[in-house]
């Protein structure tokens, strides 16, 4: 079993930068590809953008692509979401996942952290 703690979210204003974690425990975190996921009230979860095991390979949706940047610190067990000129339509609950499989699909992950609290004000 794999544990995920996801710490860092919170209020920030519109162009802000903030940076979000995800903290491991449990099983080999060093094997696992990591994503992040978002959902917005009265949404569906949404794809973010995910990191292979190594931190070789990193897909991001391109509702974020160029301000958002993954990345991941195997010796911390730690997952990192770098968010810079954050928008109001970036607010949502953010979701770290882990999984063997790396991609874009929320089926390719099998554990889940808590989520937490991003909201952008305008």
């Known amino acids: 079993q794999v544990q995920l703690v996801e710490s860092g979210g919170g209020l920030v204003q519109a162009g802000d930068s903030l940076r979000v974690s995800c903290a491991a425990s449990?099983?080999?975190?060093?094997?696992?590809?990591m994503g992040w996921f978002r959902q917005a009230a009265g949404t569906e979860r949404a794809f973010v953008v995910a990191?292979?095991?190594?931190?070789?390979?990193?897909y991001y949706a391109d509702s974020v692509k160029g301000r958002f940047t993954i990345s991941r610190d195997n010796a911390k067990n730690t997952v990192y979401l770098q968010m810079n000129s954050l928008k109001p339509e970036d607010t949502a609950v953010y979701y770290c996942?882990?999984?063997?499989?790396?991609?874009?699909?929320?089926?390719?992950?099998?554990?889940w952290g808590q989520g937490i609290q991003v909201t952008v004000s305008s």
């Open positions: 990191i292979s095991w190594n931190g070789d390979r990193t």
């Open positions: 996942a882990g999984g063997e499989r790396f991609g874009d699909r929320r089926s390719y992950y099998n554990y």
């Open positions: 449990g099983r080999s975190f060093s094997r696992l590809n």
